[in-house]
């Protein structure tokens, strides 16, 4: 086995961290794309971004919040399943979709006041969304999916969920709190 597959066993946090830190900047540039952008138009520092925040902030979190549903529900079946994803819906992602317009807003060099506004229009029509998608996903993950794959397993379907939430990103205050998107 090769030292750094030796090093990704030792600390599997990390397999989480590389797999989020090429998606999350993925899902940047797919939904730069989507809305039309030539490749020269591409703002790559928006990319950056999305890298940093998935790769540091993202990652890490869900690996931890991944270990201690684990811990707190230790079997693999339905019933644990979908304690965890019901759990999920109620602590970790409202918290992880904060931090993430929060974060992201900061990290565009927005004032606290700026970022809190953002949180605010933003979280409530994100998690509406999220509630449709993921408890069925975290189910899935949860019940089927080996521990050791969960981190990457949820990854992987993030890469989507990561072009909604920077279709979200993008999108203009006044037409969240008019209702354009998501009532």
Request: charged share 20%; glycine share 4%; net charge positive.
């Amino acid at each position: 086995m090769s030292a750094f597959a030796q090093w990704i066993k030792r600390y599997p946090v990390v397999r989480g961290m590389i797999t989020y830190s090429f998606l999350w900047p993925t899902g940047c540039f797919i939904q730069q794309k989507l809305s039309g952008k030539k490749l020269n138009e591409i703002d790559w520092k928006k990319c950056w971004r999305f890298f940093f925040y998935g790769g540091f902030i993202v990652a890490p979190s869900l690996y931890c919040w991944i270990r201690v549903a684990s811990i707190m529900w230790p079997n693999q079946n339905l019933k644990s399943a979908i304690a965890k994803a019901l759990t999920e819906q109620i602590s970790y992602t409202p918290m992880a979709m904060t931090a993430f317009y929060f974060s992201m807003s900061l990290l565009e060099s927005k004032t606290v006041e700026e970022s809190l506004n953002e949180v605010r229009v933003k979280l409530f029509p994100t998690y509406k969304v999220a509630l449709c998608i993921w408890p069925f996903i975290q189910t899935f993950n949860f019940s089927v999916v080996p521990e050791k794959n969960r981190v990457p397993f949820v990854s992987m379907c993030s890469l989507l969920w990561t072009i909604f939430l920077a279709y979200m990103k993008q999108k203009e205050q006044k037409e969240l709190e008019a209702g354009i998107f998501v009532k």
